[in-house]
């Protein structure tokens, strides 16, 4: 996949620098060995190709393997995979390959929180708020999470919000877009019930309930009436989430899931033995 | 800045898709409008030349003005910058520019309240836990936020860490890197006391002590007695901060400054009157 | 607009090659000229931005100024635009300049000519047939020419062809498309009048008619009866649109707009008396 | 070759967007196919290292193998190769290796036909008028088809048009050129016969008839006198050729063969049977 | 110039690392100075572009002002250009915008003094043998010395060298260039006296004599006897040039131009009184 | 490494040109050579996995064994690897392999030189004059000679040079630099005595002496009296070096290392009986 061997080339370039890896070099370059990645925490795993993609750019005889798939909870001192090579290499290509494996692992951690809170009864949905040049790892972070995508970028659907507002009526971007995007969906940002009326009636695909309480998202929830999915935003925590999953809620969007999850601490340990 | 231009080029390429902007295209090119920055919690900023280059990577004509630098505290509801031109150009900059500067300001926030919590006894450090391709523009919001930086690159200085020392032992690692890089400081990761003694013997310019209790923090500053500063990291929080500053330690490295630092959340609000 | 930027920045690396221009190297440096875009035919500009941006990467100092939009007709002969700057610097730039300008005005041309055949009963769309590397710059100019766009990327919407259907059913592929890309359109592709039904049963968002004559077409488009509108395609040219257009047909989908539209034909002339 | 490798790279990131190819990914991973590239007319073949090389990118495991080489006169219906691997690998990779194919098939086709016309008696030339960013690949496609390359780069040779003579006369521009660019070669457009004559006695190499009637260029024929081969350009068409070739020119510079070729339609079919 | 831009900016990228310039970051940031490149030993500039890029990456509102343009002869002590700015601006573009002006002027100043010992009776030509990835700027400065380009690509002209006489014979090889690439001229290097003669006689545009005496080099201009210029390679040095300039050769090329010249020492000294 | 990628990358493409190598492709494709890297001229090989990557890259079933690694001593006509694979790869890559191999041993062989003037008492060191883009290529060339690296980039160590102190004073620097970059080594370039009496009582760890003569150094030598290692730099010749290193000077740094080595010699020859 081109997206990952680009953001795996930046990112190994900015951790070499010009000098390369000072304390590497200080190592036999013969010296084998064999590594685990071994989980500090309970989660799931996310990041798999990217992390071996790392180690393959630095060195093509380090192989790795997996014992897990994007998207399986692993627990604290589980081995998810091994490395195997040699001892420098596998110290250099340490920290960028944990780093995207910590990052797109807290993601899908996040986001299986997140889908447990639901029971089952809606789906939670990332945003384009994600992390500047990781947006395609991210989104399928969260896919590995158990989450659904929203727009990959301002391509992929018409989403009105607050701020189109103040160029055009809701009713005057739905005609517009009908005739200019035929066939690609057309959603209303709501932060009021009588926005979801107009929606409506100007015959939006879906409408997005911003802000609102659960108890402004049942009503919202009866007058849609189940034309579409009710999707609903706006800082939507663990915590909350019930109430508008309770509420009727069918889609829950956390930007959350991709700015602010926390990494899964995931490390690698060598094999002493070996 | 390269590193800014590079980063907010794939960032924008990355949400504009190869249809552009689907929503923004339905508004009238000429509406003119005035748009401020607004936080929507208390925190410290950082990312603004981001931001701003965000938009002129879009629209040169679009106009950025900022009533503040990076590393100012800012408060809730706050007018912290203007950004001024057409209303489609400014919504199809809207989310990237803020993906810039709410997860680095998130950053300087989160590096403020570690820097806080030192009551200027020690100071708080970054790692190489960065997001990957962004490592130049987080070590930057981390000095926005009062911290000081690690590392910038494996070229940087010589760590010696644990996975090390299946190929040498400390002193032959001190001795070789000496050798090979004079000039460049060469630093000994600790996790046990005596390290710390064999380190110092060994001629280590700094030791870092990992994962060790304030108590044993503690014992080690007896050792070193003065000779440099000591460094103390392992999942060091907020809370538990106090204890190892207490300790003696006068540099704290923090992993989550870069890894988990969720977004200081900021908005774009239109100003209507305008 | 980076997709222009480095489409231009591609084009103008792969002309100049390490010699630079050795013709206009013979020419003095300070003489300065105006020229002028003059069209050879009549048609549809497209790629204004593009031609200003080769230029601008050439030499800055070189000013380009249109008299035309992106999708206005111009006629043989009009004078539709003026460079005005070093002589050299005009002659290095014009060929890069009035490649991008004769290939997308010639789609737009060409997208111009099947609106016009629809006499305003139906809208014209391309496909994801396009040059590869000019995919943002050549749908924009299909809708300089009046017609709208199919899918940008893979990530835009669901389409099921007759070669996922080596893999799974109709109903399956609708119910799954819904469950993992919710607020995405779900279209499928026919080419037998059963699987319309088919089609409509599992709820898909619209259908593309394929390789059907007028007469299935009409059948069709009863048997859809207004759900959506539907959509053809499969070689339909200028002379057999018409016929698709009577039968009902709303969009149709002509891969020949962006993959064999020959170009419109536009010069650049010296303006000797200036 | 590293042009095939960057043009491929940006084509399928184009086209695979943020999401991934979101209909692919409806299908079982596992499921293992065999499909065959089939032209649905007759035509010659060109660019079956990109697509090739768009497997490759997209999933190293799926195999391409050829029957044919590019140059090869291909007919409606016959099986030129076949690509063997994953069900999704090789539906999202299908588009942007067909767009490769076809695009080249068709200028390879094109030039064939223009060769073909000259029955021998003279060779056939492409121009700088490629597709932004598929220079090299394009030329390559006209070798293909049979025809000789113009200039690859504004590096390549000295070539005198109309415009220049703004700056500078024809004896000045060759004795110019000698001075500064000896070995290359230096030819000069002509329009009139009386530059034919000036441009033999100022020593061009070459010079290039541009825009003439077969009957000027018989005359010119007679002025060159087999000193060096006498090119003629200006919308010839397969049709207008032969009287060109007859009046004794060599070589036929063509701008269509690479800006305004039809595609080569190409499908590429599952083979139900495997 | 893209093929500056481009070198600017990977220079400036690779010289500036993760932290950015760490002692620049000492000074306050309002420090306003001028500087002057001032030449420590005698020479030729070139490179006066690249450097004036250098700074307007780094920082836009630092001004350069060249005295001098490329080609000019510069003596110690003297002021040719001046920089104007930020203190820190200005030391973190110093080393690269002097990498760049010194490496360059010291290409043309060994140019020119080959150029010089030519008495004007030969002109003094540059070979493919250049600093990986400066190709375009180091042939630049070899015209800005006064030399003369030789090929810029492989695309360029044929030239027939001893390993290509592996694969076929000097006719061979001159007969499929004017088939293949008519246009292109064709150059055979001869390493003996009858080669010429074969070369001559196969038609080929310019003979190449390597590594042959200034005694075999006169033989050779006697059977060329005017009928193209003359070049002589293979290691030719200032103090033998003459020799080979007696013995009637037109062009002599020297591949240390580019792969050994040493540096001419430019230094930037700030204006302490300003 | 994907430095040497990235470098190989670009070298390649600039030779190739649109049209590939148009005297290679005179040769028959199938065309099986083996052929040696020679040196003309005694000295230290470097470059090799460059050289190995440049055939990798132009055609990937060409294969490159060395009998020696980067640092090796080698002498005239020795053979020190071998190519193995088709004439016109072979001959394609030949340039640009063997402008790597003779830029960067030529680099290693000046280097080793340098060493061996030292008799072993001092190391020897590069600069950051390096040529542009070949940073991390030529800092390991050094190594290869037998030298250890200065600064990889702005971001490696605090270097105080005299341009510096018009924004501040070497108390403030070292005092700000200790604040600012904790760990990161502090040097100050002197180049009066009394500045390294200053140097030391701030606290620097090094002291970097910049034109002075032999007797000046003996004097700072003794004030620095051991306390870390004392470096000298300023135009010190392979002639001059002996004196600075009696006078006591312990690290040697000479800019010529990078930017004016000669490029060591070495051909590429057809093993004709194979």
């Given at each position: 996949?081109?997206?990952?061997?680009?953001?795996?080339?930046?990112?190994?370039?900015?951790?070499?620098?010009?000098?390369?890896?000072?304390?590497?070099?200080?190592?036999?370059?013969?010296?084998?060995?064999?590594?685990?990645?071994?989980?500090?925490?309970?989660?799931?795993?996310?990041?798999?190709?990217?992390?071996?993609?790392?180690?393959?750019?630095?060195?093509?005889?380090?192989?790795?393997?997996?014992?897990?798939?994007?998207?399986?909870?692993?627990?604290?001192?589980?081995?998810?995979?091994?490395?195997?090579?040699?001892?420098?290499?596998?110290?250099?290509?340490?920290?960028?390959?944990?780093?995207?494996?910590?990052?797109?692992?807290?993601?899908?951690?996040?986001?299986?929180?997140?889908?447990?809170?639901?029971?089952?009864?809606?789906?939670?949905?990332?945003?384009?708020?994600?992390t500047p040049g990781l947006r395609a790892?991210?989104?399928?972070?969260?896919?590995?999470?158990?989450?659904?995508?929203?727009?990959?970028?301002?391509?992929?659907?018409?989403?009105?919000?607050?701020n189109h507002l103040a160029g055009l009526?809701?009713?005057?971007?739905?005609?517009?877009?009908?005739?200019?995007?035929?066939?690609?969906?057309?959603?209303?940002?709501?932060?009021?019930?009588?926005?979801?009326?107009?929606?409506?009636?100007?015959?939006?695909?879906?409408?997005?309930?911003?802000?609102?309480?659960?108890?402004?998202?049942?009503?919202?929830?009866?007058?849609?009436?189940?034309r579409f999915p009710v999707e609903v935003?706006?800082?939507?925590?663990?915590?909350?989430?019930?109430?508008?999953?309770?509420?009727?809620?069918?889609?829950?969007?956390?930007?959350?899931?991709?700015?602010?999850?926390?990494?899964?601490?995931?490390?690698?340990?060598?094999?002493?033995?070996?």
């Open positions: 996949m081109p997206a990952i061997r680009e953001a795996v080339a930046r990112a190994v370039a900015e951790d070499i620098g010009a000098l390369g890896d000072v304390s590497a070099a200080l190592l036999a370059v013969d010296s084998h060995v064999v590594a685990s990645f071994v989980p500090r925490a309970d989660g799931v795993i996310a990041g798999c190709l990217a992390a071996t993609e790392t180690f393959a750019q630095i060195d093509p005889a380090v192989r790795v393997d997996w014992s897990v798939d994007d998207g399986v909870e692993i627990v604290t001192g589980q081995v998810i995979g091994r490395v195997e090579g040699s001892l420098p290499s596998i110290l250099t290509g340490e920290r960028t390959a944990l780093n995207f494996l910590c990052h797109l692992s807290g993601i899908a951690s996040l986001t299986r929180r997140y889908v447990r809170a639901t029971h089952g009864k809606a789906r939670v949905r990332d945003t384009r708020k994600t790892l991210e989104k399928a972070a969260v896919r590995a999470g158990g989450g659904v995508n929203h727009r990959g970028s301002l391509s992929d659907s018409v989403l009105i919000k607050d009526s809701i009713p005057q971007a739905v005609a517009r877009a009908r005739l200019r995007w035929p066939g690609l969906s057309v959603q209303v940002e709501c932060d009021q019930r009588d926005q979801v009326n107009t929606a409506i009636e100007a015959g939006a695909d879906l409408v997005l309930l911003d802000n609102m309480t659960p108890e402004q998202v049942a009503e919202c929830v009866k007058i849609v009436d189940g935003s706006g800082n939507v925590s663990v915590e909350t989430l019930g109430a508008y999953v309770d509420a009727g809620a069918n889609l829950i969007s956390v930007g959350a899931l991709t700015h602010s999850a926390p990494v899964l601490d995931i490390g690698l340990d060598l094999d002493l033995n070996n």
